[in-house]
């Protein structure tokens, strides 16, 4: 259960962090550049702190394709996998509701901000690789303790140059189509941002074992 709350909270503060990032960035500057810059730094920081102290507890996936990955390697099992990837969405819908709540918006509101097109389909895929590769590499380079930085730090690069801002996480995205803000995704664009995801997850397992020489 410790586990379970671990992945709960941390996609609750990291989805929180996001949503609550973006509100507050179109609350300060109407320059679309300016609110991005906003989102992203306070998204590699939370990131990067969420990581580093809830990572002994329950390895701070707060992603399902990171868990996903971590099944198909048989560092997991079916059921983790389950318990884990339901912690994690429910905490994500919890933190679109939480940052709502703090910026008095309705608690619940569905997103309008369509996102759809081949080519952020595309910017999804690469995102979500490049995440996996990363996380695997590390591991297998035994460099456990610069997970939180070098992860943060490509999902902060990944905000500017992927055409999608990186969500790369399918209870992110989830979570993100109840809040109508910068950081929404409306939910028809939902399935395919998810199923890029996956294909992004499979493709970064498939490039460390290339590098690696991994069964």
Known sequence: MKRLFSEFLGTLTLVAIVVGSGIMATNLSQDIGVQLLINTISTVFGLGVLIQILGPISGANFNPVVTMIDLIQKRTNVVTFIQYAIAQTAGAITGAILANAMFSHPLIEISTKARSGGNQYLGE??????????????????????????????????????????????????????????AGIAPGCVTKFIAAQILGALIGLGLTKLLTNEK
Request: hydrophobic share 55%; aromatic share 12%; glycine share 6%.
């Open 125 to 182: 895929i690469v995102a979500t690789a490049g995440l996996i590769l990363i996380i695997n590499l590390m591991i297998h380079q035994e460099k456990m303790n610069l997970i939180p930085v070098i992860v943060a730090s490509w999902i902060g690069s990944a905000y500017f140059f992927t055409s999608s801002t990186s969500f790369a996480n399918p209870a992110v995205t989830i979570g993100r189509i109840f809040s109508d803000s910068f």
